[in-house]
């Protein structure tokens, strides 16, 4: 769990992080996103959403809540995107 939330806050100081729907769902249409993370407590409509995009990419279910994120990385949100190959690929190795 450190290491996730380590990698995670490294990303977002990088600016590689993004939370939100809107946000989020905008890297996908841009095709910008490489890996999307939602949380347990996370919508299925969040899900609907990605696969009527088409999104190509990693999709990884955290088995957190959106209130364990937010203590960690001080954003609250269920759904998250990284948009930077490297952190994508070393998040997903923690999983």
């Known amino acids: 769990?450190?290491?996730?939330?380590?990698?995670?806050?490294?990303?977002?100081?990088?600016?590689?992080?993004?939370?939100?729907?809107?946000?989020?769902?905008?890297?996908?249409?841009?095709?910008k996103a490489e890996l999307v993370l939602l949380t347990a407590d996370a919508s299925p409509r969040h899900k609907q959403e990605l696969e009527a995009l088409n999104f190509n990419g990693k999709t990884i279910e955290l088995p957190y809540n959106m209130d364990d994120i937010a203590f960690y990385l001080g954003k609250r949100s269920c759904i998250f995107a990284l948009e930077d190959k490297n952190l994508s690929a070393a998040i997903d190795k923690l999983n």
């Open 1 to 31: 769990m450190d290491k996730l939330f380590s990698m995670l806050g490294l990303a977002r100081r990088a600016g590689k992080l993004l939370n939100g729907r809107d946000a989020v769902m905008g890297s996908v249409k841009k095709k």
